[in-house]
């Protein structure tokens, strides 16, 4: 039997969907490349936000279009926070299947050809709400290697399930429970697979990674993050260790210390900051202050001076007026964090803030996340402008080749598209590396020394 898997989400999502690959695959299921020779098509859907359930159903309603006698499996967190729902209102979808046992996903897939009355959704899912009675320990990764949906050289690796954050706006923790986390062990046993398959770059994800074993009663001072970090830091080898989503309530300063005696582990810092207004931090049950944004900003470039920082801002909040968006964009003036993600807040049932006054209009909500994205263009720009002329290294992802296999410019040289330890995968820019004609030896998800010869836009020209 074949299956195809059409992803969607975050790269937390992605290593769910690798998981469930891995399973299936082990079951004797074949993965294909295209729909059409598929048995079974698995839509791995986001619930997180408007935008993105409404992509999920679109391709679910597209799909069953297209090929109205193959199976659907709706997956991942819509299925997980909508089950009810969607089990009444969504018949294109053939079953459902959520995230709180993607072990699971075996018995599920088989029940669909066994029989062809649709189950009930409460099989694989609890509702729309994770609940505390199936959850599982950590340990998610399948003992058998699974797929990487990844670019070359790159694999995520997930430390963590959930979140005890509670922001107002966010419905992660009814989708994904309260915070969970995999042993030390267990992780590492996982890196040190992943670097034997070739593995360069580990990239070390969780719904807030600064928070890994604060679950844990017993955690001393120093444990958690910074005692993981200390542990991988302990294979050898070369490879980059980056880290992705620290929440800046509790950024756990030890990991500085780590950097600053270890190259391996990037300065690349994903603190999603949000906002800077004293009314609307506090309404997101944020507990920080414009000014220990900043103040924390501050002590990572005096420790690291090559530090590259990303961070999310949210607008629209419930109750953000004219002066909460001024002050947001002084604040985004102050961090000048080198690259920016901005989103427009959206009204998600179940949150507190959905029933919050004050609600911004989504017009204006969209004007202000396109004036904050287009401040921070120049923003970008400048801070790349320091790496021009410095020599760096670069991994290497996706060739482009002059004889039409990939694309070329008109003079004749080939191209590779690359990233420096300042670009985290996909969501920033990249490095355009220009190769002479010595050049053939070049592999994707290799590592190689390069320098910086030019910023083009916001992304870098190199030479290796």
């Given at each position: ?25 082990n079951a004797g299921w074949s993965s294909v490349p295209e729909a059409e020779q598929a048995d079974l098509i698995i839509v791995n859907s986001c619930g997180f936000i408007e935008s993105a359930k409404r992509e999920s159903i ?83 990764s399948p003992v058998f290697s699974r797929p990487l949906l990844s670019l070359p050289g790159s694999a995520y690796v997930k430390i963590s399930e959930g979140c005890n954050n509670n922001c107002t706006y966010c419905a992660i923790p009814m989708i994904r429970g309260p915070l969970r986390c995999r042993t030390v ?280």
């Amino acid at each position: 039997m074949r299956y195809y898997l059409d992803p969607f989400g975050c790269v937390k999502n992605q290593v769910d969907a690798e998981n469930m690959m891995a399973f299936l695959n082990n079951a004797g299921w074949s993965s294909v490349p295209e729909a059409e020779q598929a048995d079974l098509i698995i839509v791995n859907s986001c619930g997180f936000i408007e935008s993105a359930k409404r992509e999920s159903i679109n391709a679910v309603l597209g799909w069953r279009r297209l090929y109205p006698g193959k199976k659907i499996l709706l997956a991942g967190c819509l299925a997980q926070r909508y089950a009810k729902e969607l089990s009444e209102s969504l018949p294109e979808a053939d079953g459902l299947f959520g995230v709180d046992n993607i072990s699971g996903i075996v018995g599920k897939v088989h029940s669909l050809f066994i029989s062809q009355r649709r189950k009930g959704a409460e099989e694989n899912a609890q509702f729309g709400h994770y609940a505390p009675s199936s959850l599982t320990p950590m340990g998610s990764s399948p003992v058998f290697s699974r797929p990487l949906l990844s670019l070359p050289g790159s694999a995520y690796v997930k430390i963590s399930e959930g979140c005890n954050n509670n922001c107002t706006y966010c419905a992660i923790p009814m989708i994904r429970g309260p915070l969970r986390c995999r042993t030390v062990t267990d992780i590492l046993d996982e890196c040190r697979g992943l670097l034997a398959r070739g593995i360069k770059e580990l990239c070390v994800i969780g719904q807030d990674i600064g928070s890994y074993r604060s679950n844990l009663p017993e955690r001393q001072d120093g444990a958690g993050l910074p005692e993981l970090l200390n542990a991988v830091a302990e294979i050898p080898g070369y490879f980059w260790v980056r880290l992705l989503y620290l929440h800046p309530d509790h950024f756990p300063l030890q990991i500085l210390d780590i950097m600053e005696r270890d190259t391996r582990f990037l300065p690349y810092f994903d603190i999603p900051f949000q906002h800077s207004s004293p009314e609307i931090l506090p309404a997101m049950n944020r507990h920080g202050t414009a000014e220990s944004y900043i103040a924390l900003a501050d002590t990572i470039r005096k420790r690291l001076p090559d530090a590259v920082i990303r961070t999310t801002l949210l607008t629209g909040f419930p109750g953000e007026t004219e002066s909460d968006f001024t002050s947001l964009k002084d604040f985004q003036e102050k961090l000048r964090p080198d690259w920016l993600g901005c989103f427009a807040f959206s009204r998600e049932e179940g949150t507190p803030a959905y029933s919050m006054k004050g609600r911004v209009p989504k017009k204006i909500a969209a004007l202000r996340k396109r004036e904050i994205e287009e401040r921070q263009i120049g923003i970008t720009e400048k801070n790349m402008d320091r790496f021009t002329g410095g020599e760096f290294k670069v991994l290497l992802e996706e060739q482009f080749r002059e004889d039409g296999g990939g694309g070329k410019d008109g003079t004749g040289e080939n191209f590779w598209l690359g990233r420096l330890y300042c670009h985290a995968p996909e969501v920033d820019g990249s490095a355009v590396v220009v190769c002479g004609s010595g050049d053939g030896s070049l592999c994707a998800g290799e590592i190689v020394p390069c320098r910086v010869i030019a910023r083009r836009g916001i992304d870098l020209e190199v030479r290796v």
